[in-house]
């Protein structure tokens, strides 16, 4: 895994071991990027369940301004370290090890402006989370939320809870779904 693009391009990326995280194949986080690349310099971007938190720092190397890394696991959170002093974008980034439910409560920005997320697919966590982006008032109709999600993940959730899906890029064996607050 590697930095694809910006000021930290092509280093390579340690990921955690084991299999509790998926890291985001190169060619899907290029595509998801190239998607979202002229909004990104000056940004507010979060990413939950970092893993090791390669789509964080691709938001950094292409001009986000700050990162939240928000994962509960020791060795992810560990990697992630690693990799920031890699990329040398440490100054930039705010780590949270924590639940991501209870991190979303200490990210204390007046505005964010994408909130990457990729949580276990098993774990069917979207619900909660949704619940919470829901009350977060640094979230608003320009904010964009990315879900990873496996492709028989449903997101009829979302109304509930304020949300609406803006468009979706689905892969082989999962999608990116982008979402915003408000009526579709």
Same mark, same amino acid.
């Given at each position: 895994?590697?930095?694809? /693009?910006?000021?930290?391009?092509?280093?390579?990326?340690?990921?955690?071991?084991?299999?509790?995280?998926?890291?985001?194949?190169?060619?899907?986080?290029?595509?998801?990027?190239?998607? $979202?690349?002229?909004?990104?310099?000056?940004?507010?971007? @979060?990413?939950? !369940?970092?893993?090791?938190?390669?789509?964080?720092?691709? /938001?950094?190397?292409?001009?986000?301004?700050?990162? !939240?890394?928000?994962?509960?696991?020791?060795?992810?959170?560990?990697?992630?370290?690693?990799?920031?002093?890699?990329?040398? *974008?440490?100054?930039?980034?705010? *780590?949270?090890?924590?639940? @991501?439910?209870?991190?979303?409560?200490?990210?204390?920005?007046?505005?964010?402006?994408?909130?990457?997320?990729?949580?276990? !697919?098993?774990?069917?966590?979207?619900?909660?989370?949704?619940?919470?982006?829901?009350?977060?008032?640094? $979230?608003?109709?320009?904010?964009?939320?990315?879900?990873?999600?496996?492709?028989?993940?449903?997101?009829?959730?979302?109304?509930?809870?304020? =949300?609406?899906? @803006?468009?979706?890029?689905?892969?082989?064996?999962?999608?990116? @779904? =982008?979402?915003?607050?408000?009526?579709?």
């Amino acid at each position: 895994m590697r930095v694809i /693009a910006g000021i930290a391009k092509s280093l390579k990326l340690k990921t955690p071991e084991g299999m509790d995280t998926r890291p985001t194949q190169d060619r899907i986080k290029e595509t998801l990027f190239n998607m $979202i690349q002229f909004e990104l310099p000056g940004s507010v971007f @979060v990413d939950l !369940y970092s893993g090791s938190g390669g789509i964080g720092i691709e /938001a950094l190397s292409r001009g986000a301004e700050k990162c !939240y890394f928000v994962d509960h696991n020791q060795e992810a959170m560990q990697c992630i370290r690693d990799n920031l002093k890699t990329t040398k *974008l440490e100054s930039q980034a705010i *780590l949270l090890k924590k639940e @991501v439910a209870s991190a979303l409560l200490e990210i204390k920005e007046e505005h964010i402006d994408f909130i990457f997320m990729d949580p276990p !697919y098993t774990l069917l966590e979207e619900e909660k989370i949704f619940e919470k982006l829901s009350t977060m008032d640094s $979230i608003d109709s320009d904010t964009t939320i990315i879900c990873e999600a496996a492709l028989t993940t449903d997101f009829s959730i979302l109304e509930c809870h304020g =949300f609406h899906i @803006v468009k979706e890029k689905k892969y082989k064996t999962n999608m990116h @779904v =982008f979402m915003q607050r408000g009526k579709a």
